[in-house]
């Protein structure tokens, strides 16, 4: 258990609507980083969080976008749901102050959009 | 922009048998590159990293990976598998310090009993 909690576990959404993904980080980490991981492929990095701004942005369109609490938990917002944003999407909390490289990683939230 | 490709998509093995998985990156600067594993029904979690130093690193569970510079190559061993090593394994790489973590597309690694 990395104490990184994600929810919900699964979802289905249909195309233009909005979702909203949920991450609690573990207890100590001030980071969160989200990635996306469509079947078949590598976690892809959509953005990081730290001290409750965007810090680091991947290849995603603007209607990807995320909060972080001063809790340090964090959700991913997406609107104008397209059928390839089905994946599955992965929190991971980090400590940016004593970066050892590691990455603890939720479970994962699946979003279907049909 | 950094890019990670694993040489294998799927490989199967007996137990005792010797795994290699190969992991290639670009990027021209300094990297910090690891290696990640996904057991079944679990989350991602770090197997090793490499950072600095000694090119050959341990990890967790018998697992080691040489970090050869010339090549941008990350490799993963292990000598003898076991069972329970069937996973997905993905290699990753940043720029040094960085906070985007780059995933190549995985290997998955069943190994029978």
């Known amino acids: 258990e990395t104490g990184v909690t994600q929810s919900p576990t699964h979802l289905i959404k249909t195309r233009g609507q909005q979702v909203t993904l949920r991450c609690s980080s573990q207890?100590?980490?001030?980071?969160v980083s989200w990635y996306q991981q469509a079947l078949g492929q590598g976690p892809q990095f959509i953005f990081q969080?730290?001290?409750?701004?965007?810090?680091g942005r991947g290849n995603f369109p603007p209607r990807f976008s995320g909060l972080q609490f001063p809790n340090y938990s964090s959700e991913l917002n997406v609107n104008a749901l397209e059928l390839d944003d089905s994946a599955l999407y992965l929190c991971?909390?980090?400590?940016?102050?004593?970066?050892?490289?590691?990455?603890?990683f939720g479970e994962g939230s699946r979003l279907t959009v049909l | 922009a950094q890019s990670v490709s694993q040489h294998n998509h799927h490989v199967i093995l007996s137990e005792a048998a010797s795994l290699e998985l190969g992991c290639n990156y670009s990027?021209?600067?300094?990297?910090?590159l690891f290696w990640y594993v996904q057991y079944p029904g679990q989350h991602l979690q770090l197997l090793l990293k490499?950072?600095?130093?000694?090119?050959l690193v341990k990890g967790i569970k018998g697992f080691e990976a040489e970090f050869i510079k010339s090549k941008f190559s990350f490799n993963l061993r292990k000598p003898s598998v076991q069972w329970s090593d069937t996973a997905e394994y993905f290699c990753?790489?940043?720029?040094?310090?960085?906070?985007?973590?780059?995933f190549g597309g995985g290997t998955r690694v069943l190994v029978k009993p």
């Open positions: 207890s100590g980490h001030n980071t």
């Open positions: 490499y950072f600095s130093g000694d090119p």
């Open positions: 990753a790489v940043r720029k040094a310090a960085g906070n985007k973590l780059t």
């Open positions: 990027y021209g600067g300094t990297v910090n």
């Open positions: 969080y730290y001290r409750e701004e965007e810090n």
């Open positions: 991971a909390s980090s400590r940016k102050d004593r970066d050892t490289g590691e990455l603890f």
